[in-house]
């Protein structure tokens, strides 16, 4: 600011003028592109009420939900940024995400979204972005099902494009190791400790057999009595021409609808369901983090917070970039 200051006392009257609002530009700009907890304090103060009563109900009908709506967010997030983005549908002229591999047929919760929307826009309409609304419910979903509560940074707005390729690249695939979680987390700004953290989302939902398959017939880091109990809901490719695909079996083996820290007992004990899972606890640099949420599961409570605030970061729109959608499945 000094040397600007400098630079301003060596410029004509009108090289001034000029630099003082390149300077109140930039100012207005840094400041748009900051989320803020309080962005529709007066816009819409009833947006966390709205989106609260429409999710509960929908957890309370079906508890899988929570972990469906979360894991939106998360994929939301690692394409193109939290930008909803996810949520647009395929037209005849617009390729969305929805089709690609980590999503179709797996991601789940739009028509949950869309009755959200439809409740949030009744109290204010036009003023909730799709991808604010996703951000509070992924939060919402955690605390219902018994998770820590956090304060949702917002003033997302919405995206006009959605990448496929983006999709079928960022997020990463139940068949990852160690290394490649690490690496397309950090490509997200994540560290290996938010990776370990965000990983506990696991600890709540379903996996299709499609996505555990290889782990429970190959892997050998697996305890045997587990594997084969997974077996029985996931016949093996050879015998089935890879039917089951969509075959469900909980990532939490104990609690699958509660959020807390099993999820790290289940990978001590070498029960993770997906292959990435246990990859978290396999004699690597991530294995003591693991014992420590097995521990402490208020310090698991504590860096999930940290690590789903800092996903929800990831390259936000703001201000006058991207819009604000009327129907969260299509751009206006």
Not at 48 to 56: E, G
Not at 68 to 92: K, M, N, W
Not at 254 to 269: A, G, H, K
Not at 293 to 304: G, N
Request: aromatic share 6%; charged share 15%; proline share 4%.
């Amino acid at each position: 600011m000094a040397a600007s200051a400098a630079a301003a006392t060596r410029l004509s009257g009108g090289g001034v003028a000029l630099l003082l609002l390149a300077l109140l530009a930039a100012g207005t700009s840094t400041s748009s592109a900051q989320l803020s907890t309080g962005f529709y304090s007066h816009s819409c103060p009833g947006v966390h009420d709205a989106v609260r009563s429409v999710l509960q109900a929908a957890i309370a009908r079906e508890q899988r939900m929570g972990a469906s709506i979360l894991r939106l967010f998360f994929h939301d997030c690692f394409v193109q940024g939290c930008d909803a983005s996810l949520l647009l549908d395929d037209t005849p002229s617009f390729q969305g995400e929805k089709m690609a591999k980590p999503n179709n047929g797996s991601v789940r919760g739009f028509e949950v979204i869309d009755a959200i929307k439809s409740a949030v826009d009744k109290a204010c309409p036009g003023v909730v972005s799709c991808a604010d609304i996703l951000a509070i419910a992924a939060r919402d979903s955690v605390v219902t099902l018994g998770g820590p509560n956090w304060d949702v940074k917002l003033g997302r707005r919405d995206s006009r494009t959605a990448s496929f390729s983006g999709a079928n690249n960022n997020i990463p695939p139940p068949t990852s190791g160690l290394a490649n979680l690490t690496s397309l987390f950090a490509a997200q700004g994540l560290s290996q400790k938010d990776m370990v953290a965000l990983s506990g989302a696991h600890t709540i939902g379903q996996a299709r057999c499609t996505n555990f398959r290889a782990h429970v017939y190959n892997d050998t880091n697996i305890d045997g009595a587990f594997a084969r109990a997974r077996r029985s809901v996931c016949p093996a490719a050879a015998s089935s021409g890879s039917g089951g695909d969509n075959n469900l079996a909980p990532l939490d083996l104990q609690t699958p609808t509660v959020f807390e820290n099993d999820y790290y007992r289940n990978l001590v004990c070498r029960k993770g369901l997906l292959h990435s899972d246990q990859e978290l606890f396999n004699g690597a640099a991530t294995d003591a983090q693991v014992q420590a949420y097995v521990s402490s599961q208020s310090a698991f409570f504590a860096d999930f917070v940290a690590g789903m605030v800092k996903m929800g970061d990831i390259s936000p729109l703001t201000g006058s970039s991207g819009e604000i959608r009327k129907n969260c499945r299509r751009i206006n």
